[in-house]
Nanobody, 125 residues
């Protein structure tokens, strides 16, 4: 059974940084595509960053050059380093895992089968 638990969320001022982690069990973080998504109040869930089996990455335009997705295969953890945060980054952040897609990375939600419970990120101005 796949189990994913996000952590690292919290409150930060605009311009600050946070690192989110997703601890995974029952699934290897380098087996298929994994991703980070977020959902702001009143908005649809949107893809933020994805990484494929071979380490290729894809980012949403809104976070490109500010966010970095990575993984630690020894600890089986997916991470999201977030810099230069703005109030528009306020959302619940979710990690997601595919059981079929190897490459390339993708932000299409239909490819993701497993989801964590989310962690809240709040950025104040």
């Amino acid at each position: 059974q796949v189990h994913m638990v996000e952590s690292g969320g919290g409150s930060v001022e605009s311009g600050g940084s946070l690192t989110l982690s997703c601890a995974v069990s029952g699934y290897s973080v380098d087996s298929y595509c994994m991703a980070w998504y977020r959902q702001a109040p009143g908005k649809e869930r949107e893809g933020v960053a994805s990484i494929d089996r071979y380490g290729s990455v894809e980012y949403a335009d809104t976070v490109k050059s500010r966010f970095t997705i990575s993984r630690d295969t020894a600890e089986n953890i997916l991470s999201l380093q977030m810099n230069s945060l703005t109030p528009e980054d306020t959302a619940v952040y979710y990690c997601a895992a595919s059981k079929t897609r190897v490459k390339p990375p993708t932000l299409y939600q239909l490819y993701y089968d497993y989801w964590g419970q989310g962690t809240q990120v709040t950025v104040s101005s």
